[in-house]
């Protein structure tokens, strides 16, 4: 605390102080007047005892003096003695009225302010005692000597104070140890007379300007100039200059520029949290955010939200985190967005640290027929809910506790793909919206109209499983679409995402986005791999068939380049036979020209990458360079087999694995394969499996996504900038530009999906932004008609 003793403070923080001292000693005075309260009574008992005393020693005194004792002569009493009883009984009958009347006490305290010393005024009890005092010696003749009577009484007249030299009568002397007690703690309250000078009065004020923090250095931080201003507005619109393509060096040395000439000077080191940092390796944003807190912390005042932003966020009545994992495709429907998700739930829901809820798509009965393979449909929710979870406990191997709810969605024929109906944030109750993971952010809010996913829930993470740009290049005027696209979901993922994770560079760069594998494989390819490797320990022949190829027949899938490289290559790759499982709409187109150019493809039937039928085979060939990241890469891996696959970042993760055998050119691929046909693979590691499964999948993104920090209730990030941060935090009253910006694109999008119009010019399936009648139905819902 400072030392502000030395000086005086400046006038208007001396009227305020003054004011809180006041209400300092007013409850230092209650507590002072209460002791007080508490001596009188004690007093007034006293004077009651000696009252009783008095009338038993009279009533003594005269019935000894009518009544003789029997068998006693006595001498009869004078009558003087008589004379003195009949004088004396009045008066000590008027002291006792006067110490247990309750005015006694009242006219006490009449003068009892803080202005006042306090004083009592003893000198009638003092005049009453002597006077009877000296009628009962005159009468009595007990021959008083003033100067050497040990029975001396002394009133001293400037204090007030009853003084008894020897023995004395037993009354007096308590009562005059009572006076002296309650005289000494009277003294203790001249002070309020004097208060504005004493010493106590001045540490009274340096606590209470310690305890409000109206410290001298608060009220001299000096305002924002406009260089300072300009800084932090370019420092805020880094995320724009990111999506016009600004190179960031070049706006980092223009806020460098701007605060160079205040950098040095002493007014950075005004702030209260500069005191515990270090500048000398702090960079120029850093110096910038606490300026700037410090200014606001000394204004006092709070930011409370903006024109489109809510601030109002949920939380759970059980304290428990509640996690909402939404997803754009549910089991039987073979694809990385159905089976991932899944696998992602039940590994969260392992950890008691949170509630867990999968929300997949629910599909009309004709949309069904068209998705789900072998013609299998569900007439009710319960119904396909008991397929996704007998499938799950299967390969998992125990009961995942996580519960499964469902949107309505359609089917979109030209995108294949299944596009949400209504606004999906609804399904999930607003008591569990705590932290929502959108697996594929972009995908689940091209045609979003609803509410704010960032403003319902406190935390969300999107997860970016395919390359869009990739398929829409591929289709005419793919350029011009690609184009659009890109910026669509760089604004959905800006608008509806905390924090986004890419699965691979192969992914657009979205904002906010890191680049994290967060996916595992199905654990029952792990125990396939583990069962090959002690085949071939006991020397058995583990693979007895050479490559296969296995995914969905579309060209964007890799068949396209697969063909390309065979036809090239058909003399160099003479013998070399490819099975292929797929089933898809372009099946038939791709078989025709695999026939055209006599390629050696056998062409099979789609089945699940886990059938006994596909164990033996040792080569796995995927050229395909559309993915994000191959899950059929990661699951031949597990199981022991060589991948040939190219050189892409889609395939960056899996380089670490010796089996893994990437190529560049064509001529690469031949080698490859000979390599592959003619060597056998090494045993995975321990460590390299548990790289592969979805525990190490689970670690990962709980680190990247930050929800490990949330889940434990820490700061969402680190270092001494989140030390600032937190500290900063309550003075911050400027809404940051980023989330202005962010909040503006919602709104716009909000405005945009709401016309019927613009949103069929887009692509967007007719009545996508309600759910129908046979949705309200089949998930027992409100019509579509009675929806506000």
């Not at 009242?106 to 006077?131: F, G, H, Q, Y």
């Not at 009274?204 to 410290?215: D, F, G, P, Y």
């Not at 991932?340 to 949170?354: C, D, G, T, W």
Request: proline share 5%; glycine share 4%.
């Amino acid at each position: 605390m400072l030392n502000l003793g030395a000086e005086r403070p400046p006038p208007q923080l001396a009227t305020g102080t003054a004011e809180k001292a006041l209400s300092f000693i007013s409850k230092g005075w209650r507590e002072v007047r209460d002791s007080a309260d508490a001596d009188l009574r004690l007093m007034r008992k006293r004077a009651n005892s000696f009252k009783n005393l008095a009338d038993r020693e009279l009533e003594h005194f005269l019935n000894s003096a009518a009544i003789p004792p029997s068998g006693a002569a006595l001498p009869s009493p004078s009558i003087a003695e008589f004379e003195l009883v009949k004088r004396i009984q009045p008066k000590l009958s008027a002291i006792r009225r006067a110490y247990s009347s309750p005015e006694f006490g009242r006219r006490v305290l009449e003068k009892w302010t803080p202005k006042a010393t306090i004083r009592i005024d003893l000198s009638a009890i003092k005049n009453a005692i002597v006077s009877e005092v000296d009628e009962v010696g005159s009468a009595l003749d007990l021959s008083w000597d003033e100067d050497q009577s040990k029975d001396k009484i002394r009133w001293e007249e400037g204090r007030g104070e009853l003084i008894q030299e020897g023995k004395g009568w037993e009354p007096i002397r308590i009562l005059k140890t009572r006076l002296k007690e309650f005289e000494r703690k009277s003294q203790s309250t001249e002070i309020f007379g004097t208060f504005k000078s004493s010493e106590f009065i001045e540490k009274v004020k340096l606590s209470l300007q310690s305890i409000c923090k109206e410290t001298e250095e608060s009220t001299n931080v000096p305002p924002l100039d406009i260089p300072e201003l300009l800084a932090h507005l370019v420092k805020q619109s880094w995320p724009l200059f990111d999506h016009l393509g600004i190179r960031r060096d070049i706006y980092v040395k223009m806020v460098e520029t701007l605060c160079s000439r205040h950098r040095d000077q002493v007014m950075y080191h005004h702030s209260p949290y500069a005191k515990e940092q270090s500048y000398e390796n702090e960079k120029i944003s850093d110096e910038l955010d606490l300026r700037i807190a410090s200014v606001l912390h000394n204004t006092g005042h709070h930011y409370e939200g903006g024109f489109w932003t809510s601030f109002v966020k949920n939380e759970s009545a059980d304290k428990k985190h509640h996690v909402a994992i939404v997803t754009t495709a549910s089991l039987p429907w073979m694809t990385g967005t159905a089976v991932n998700p899944l696998f992602r739930a039940a590994y969260l829901a392992k950890s008691a640290k949170q509630a867990v809820t999968l929300v997949v798509p629910w599909l009309c009965k004709s949309d069904q027929e068209l998705v789900y393979p072998n013609n299998l449909s569900f007439s009710s929710p319960e119904a396909q809910e008991a397929y996704i979870r007998n499938w799950l406990e299967e390969r998992v191997g125990f009961k995942a506790d996580f519960k499964i709810s469902f949107y309505p969605g359609k089917f979109s024929k030209e995108r294949r793909s299944i596009i949400p109906a209504g606004d999906t944030s609804q399904f999930i109750p607003s008591k569990e919206a705590d932290i929502a993971i959108l697996e594929e952010p972009e995908h689940l809010n091209w045609y979003h109209h609803g509410k704010r996913w960032t403003d319902k829930f406190n935390h969300v993470v999107g997860i970016v499983h395919t390359n869009y740009l990739e398929y829409i290049k591929r289709e005419k005027n793919g350029a011009i679409q690609a184009f659009l696209v890109k910026h669509i979901n760089n604004m959905v993922t800006r608008a509806y995402c905390h924090k986004v994770l890419r699965l691979s560079a192969a992914t657009q760069d979205l904002p906010k986005s890191v680049i994290c594998n967060v996916h595992g494989v199905n654990p029952k390819f792990l125990r396939i791999g583990e069962k090959v490797a002690a085949e071939r320990v006991h020397g058995q022949q583990a693979f007895s068939k050479g490559a296969y190829f296995l995914g969905k027949m579309v060209w964007a899938k890799g068949y396209r380049e697969l063909i390309d490289l065979l036809s090239k290559h058909k003399s160099d790759l003479e013998g070399f036979k490819l099975d292929v499982y797929g089933n898809g709409e372009d099946s038939k187109e791709v078989q025709s020209v695999a026939q055209k150019l006599d390629l050696n493809l056998n062409f099979l039937r789609g089945r699940d990458h886990a059938d006994d039928s596909l164990h033996e085979y040792k080569v796995f060939v995927n050229p395909s360079i559309s993915d994000v990241l191959c899950t059929a890469t990661a699951e031949a891996l597990a199981m022991g087999k060589f991948v040939i696959c190219a050189d892409h970042p889609s395939n960056e993760f899996f380089r670490a694995f010796p089996n893994c055998l990437t190529y560049k050119t064509s001529e690469d691929f031949v080698a490859r394969v000979k390599e592959a046909m003619a060597t056998e693979p090494q045993p995975l590691t321990p460590e390299q499996r548990h790289n592969l499964s979805w525990e190490a999948a689970t670690q990962r993104f709980m680190e990247y996504s930050e929800l490990d920090k949330i889940l434990n209730n820490e700061e969402p990030m680190n270092g001494d900038k989140a030390i600032c941060s937190r500290k900063a935090k309550k003075s911050i009253s400027v809404p940051s530009l980023s989330d202005v910006v962010d909040g503006g694109l919602a709104f716009a999008h909000y405005c945009f999906t709401g016309n019927e119009i613009l949103r069929l010019t887009t692509g967007a399936i007719p009545g996508s932004r309600d759910y129908s009648k046979q949705h309200s139905v089949d998930l027992r819902l409100l019509p579509p008609q009675a929806e506000s």
